[in-house]
């Protein structure tokens, strides 16, 4: 059952600029996971950020968890071309699977 | 590269015919799980196999039948297929059952299949 919700569904923005995307969940989890999609192909895993943590950080992303809102927030500082991809969070919330939203698309125009 | 390669990357089939969808990891997982994409739609989590034992069957139709020799191949055997059946196949494997604060899952490139 889905239980990561993103939003919004989609979002475009100059080379340069910061994207920023929201998750929201349902129940209690053990922790929260963002992935990428380039067009056509796999997930590839970005960030983990654990129940207990509030911010993380890898590179050019920022990840934050607000437990008590059930809600996580994913920022791609000094966006790039490359950046151009869906984003999805993925929520673990202890029952040995991950539940996926649909995911935000991001376009980051030259 | 991750690790996990899926075959055919891209699948045409009528309703009537038999296929099967392979997935390989080299990665000495021991656990390794079928989702399906569907445009605008969550990943749809299909099956969990852990250590070659089915420990999720999500209320698949019967005309998907997962297999699983052995910790390193799944295959998923199509039948009798429906047009919105139509979709990516995503395979993906982790080093255990995904409830660990570490856990992280690998994924295929996707079989892109599409039902007539």
């Known amino acids: 059952s889905q239980q990561g919700e993103e939003d919004p569904q989609a979002l475009s923005i100059q080379e340069g600029e910061n994207a920023t995307m929201n998750c929201s969940y349902k129940?209690?989890?053990?922790?929260l996971q963002w992935y990428r999609q380039n067009s056509g192909r796999g997930l590839v895993h970005l960030i983990l950020i654990r129940s207990n943590e509030r911010e993380k950080h890898s590179g050019r992303l920022r990840v934050t968890l607000d437990t008590s809102k059930k809600s996580s927030s994913l920022l791609i500082t000094a966006s790039r071309a490359a950046d151009t991809a869906s984003y999805f969070c993925?929520?673990?919330?202890?029952?040995?699977?991950?539940?996926f939203g649909a995911g935000t698309t991001v376009t980051v125009r030259a | 590269e991750t690790g996990v390669t899926q075959t055919p990357r891209h699948l045409v089939m009528g309703m009537t015919n038999k296929k099967s969808l392979k997935c390989e990891q080299h990665?000495?997982?021991?656990?390794m799980y079928w989702y399906k994409q569907s445009a605008k739609k969550p990943l749809e989590l299909m099956f969990v196999y852990n250590f070659k034992e089915q420990t999720e069957n999500n209320s698949v139709p019967s005309r998907f039948s997962p297999e699983c020799p052995n910790s390193s191949h799944l295959f998923l055997h199509l039948h009798t297929l429906q047009p919105e059946d139509s979709a990516l196949y995503l395979c993906?494997?982790?080093?255990?059952?995904?409830?660990?604060?570490?856990?992280?899952?690998?994924f295929g490139e996707g079989s892109r299949l599409t039902v007539l």
């Open positions: 993925a929520t673990d919330a202890g029952d040995y699977k991950l539940s």
């Open positions: 129940t209690s989890i053990n922790n």
């Open positions: 993906a494997s982790s080093q255990d059952l995904v409830d660990l604060n570490t856990g992280e899952l690998f």
């Open positions: 990665l000495g997982h021991n656990a």
